[in-house]
């Protein structure tokens, strides 16, 4: 029986192939991790994930030195960069490259993966950012007062807030209070949010807009529509300056300097094509960097509502390089990656809940 013209025999083989990397015995014997929100969850988008993620395994199941990539991806703190890492080798053994995982260099150090057609080899450095600390601690904030805002209308200690919807603008300066360090921003959170409740229930029944000096502005809406709030994000220039000081000489340094290297890497934050690209051209003209072909920029992907992203993925071609990336079979392969239409969110909606 085929559903969608999808074999019951491959969504077996799939899910069976997630299951033997991510056993019962594992889940005992591992932290929390990642993975478990997906693994733990039913429905059609866990559903959509794992079949994928049995896909690509099933796809690189056979490549050399793949234990290596499973136990990265069966720990809590590699295991977003080994998915990443996942998903573009099965991308290119799909489109008939041969793939060997960690191949070990002259130098002593290893790159994530090697991608042979016929006898052309390209080395991939695969990089997958994590949001920065100050970050994660704005999303936390902006989460908090989101979902307490979502419940202000039903909570019964607010009679006057019934039939109300709230959209909440974080201030920037808000960010400022955050340190940065979980348990420091744990209180300052509370307080923040115990804060904008408080002035919310004193003072939406009077005034349709109004501020909450230095922390956020509140717009009353009486029409039924989604409470929520949005917040700022790190800026283009703050997110590409991470990259640089952080990851591009060491992506450049674990690449072979005698074979065309491709660096792909995931932003969590907002990009922009224009700035990057000169400032990336620039960087890899004065860098020992003839050997990189090129650097593609992914942003993460979210589905809900639809799938939609902070940029669209774009590359940057080394101008200076030895190996044109638009010579290389590996680079055009990677072109449906780097090409893909994605929906951008305004500015206004950019983060929010």
């Known amino acids: 029986m085929a559903y969608h013209g999808i074999a019951q025999q491959e ?37 959509q994930f794992l079949f994928s993620l049995g ?23 590699t295991y977003e960069s080994a998915l990443l890492e996942l998903q573009v080798a099965a ?16 130098s002593g150090k290893k790159s994530d993966l090697v991608a042979t057609w016929t006898e052309q080899k390209a080395f991939l450095e695969i990089k997958r950012m994590q949001p920065s600390k100050h970050q994660q601690a704005m999303d936390a904030l902006g989460q908090e007062v989101g979902f307490a805002a979502s419940d202000l209308g039903s909570d019964s200690r607010y009679p006057q807030l019934a039939g109300k919807w709230f959209r909440i603008e974080l201030d920037p300066y808000a960010a400022d209070l955050l340190s940065g360090g979980p348990e420091a921003d744990r209180s300052t959170i509370r307080t923040v949010v115990t804060s904008i409740v408080s002035e919310i229930s004193s003072r939406a029944e009077k005034e349709q807009t109004f501020d909450v000096p230095s922390l956020a502005r509140v717009m009353v809406v009486t029409e039924r529509t989604e409470s929520g709030a949005n917040w700022p994000m790190a800026s283009c220039q703050n997110e590409l300056k991470r990259f640089l000081r952080a990851h591009l000489q060491n992506a450049i340094t674990q690449l072979p300097s005698d074979h065309p290297g491709l660096i792909v890497v995931q932003m969590p934050g907002q990009l922009d094509e224009e700035l990057t690209s000169r400032i990336i051209d620039g960087r890899l003209s004065e860098s020992d960097a003839a050997h990189v072909s090129a650097i593609a920029f992914l942003p993460l992907y979210n589905s809900m509502p639809m799938t939609w992203a902070l940029f669209k993925p774009f590359a940057v071609l080394n101008h200076q390089t030895t190996f044109p990336a638009n010579e290389l079979q590996a680079f055009r392969d990677l072109a449906p990656l780097i090409t893909q239409e994605v929906a951008i969110p305004s500015a206004e909606a950019s983060s929010g809940t």
């Open 11 to 47: 969504v077996d083989d799939r899910f069976n192939r997630v299951t033997e990397v991510f056993s019962g015995e594992w889940q005992q014997s591992t932290t929390p991790h990642p993975a478990f929100l997906v693994l733990l969850t039913q429905g059609l988008l866990p559903f």
């Open 55 to 77: 896909g690509n395994l099933l796809t690189v199941a056979e490549c050399l030195r793949v234990k290596q990539l499973i136990h990265d991806l069966q720990l809590p703190d």
């Open 91 to 106: 991308h290119l053994k799909g489109k008939g490259h041969e793939i060997e995982f960690r191949p070990p260099l002259v």
